[in-house]
């Protein structure tokens, strides 16, 4: 990832940024040298201390005396980030996820998926997609609106000689695809939906009696829908409050165990005596400060 001013950041599965590559400096004065490394993990400190000892071979780094610590800091400036999706790839993968569903059809054949099997087998990339991205109207009757969500549906609908697939990822990445266009078999409908954030199996209801003529739907909206601008700011909305949380319960987290270390305890220890409460109290709003004028700066107008 990337700030507005250019620094380049790697996110962590924990929500954490850490630098993207690392910053060295060495200084020699007589028969001293200092060597201050800025990296992201302590085994990129050592490969870089063992390749410093082979650059300077006259001094003693295996006796070295070494400092470290881990400084947290929270960014004054925006993240830039793109939201594209679809392209060649994400097509495919869209496609083969709603194959796979339609795979626990008893009576659907590969011969019924002939639309999807030869995009799939097309190896090239210009190769005729049947996927639309779909915002006439919400497919989902119970959309939920406090959390994320992943959908894949499939439909049989022999009156209109199709089946058809809709993947929705993440509330905003909503995509229609025609599977087969010549389908005369019964009715069915199969739907799968998690909750990516905490793994749960989600119970959603997807109306495909809403998707009319495929021949009227854009492959490529000329500018973007409303519906897909609200769906885009209502998911940011979700993402940056469940980020929210996750800073605040990490900042916590840290102080309080940075308190504890500070007075020479365990850092799981549940109970502070009664005699170190005060020196503990003020130890953690030290620690917790940054994260308190991070807050600060970001609500101010």
Known sequence: METASGEKL??????????DGHDISTEESGNRIEVAIRANDPRTIKNLLKKIAVDHPEFDFKNATTHSEQVDSYLDEPLCMNFRYGGPAAGRSMVKSCLAL????DHIETSNCVRALAYLLDPSLDA?????FF??????????????????SVVGQPQEGRILGYVELFNFARLLILIADEYSGPDFQETYAIDPVEGKMLDLAIDFSLVGRLDDLPKIASEPPKM????????????QDLNDDRVRTLAISKAREGALKALGLAPSAEEVPPELKDEWIRLFMQNLRPYIESTIRRAAP
Request: include cysteine; charge should be negative.
């Open 228 to 239: 897909y601008l609200e769906a885009f700011q209502h998911t940011g909305n979700l993402v």
């Open 135 to 152: 915002f006439d109207a919400d497919l989902v009757e119970n959309r939920p609106q406090n959390h994320l969500f992943h959908c894949v």
């Open 128 to 132: 005729p997609s049947p996927c639309y």
């Open 102 to 105: 339609l795979s626990e059809v």
């Open 10 to 19: 790697r996110l962590r599965a924990d929500s954490v940024l850490v630098p």
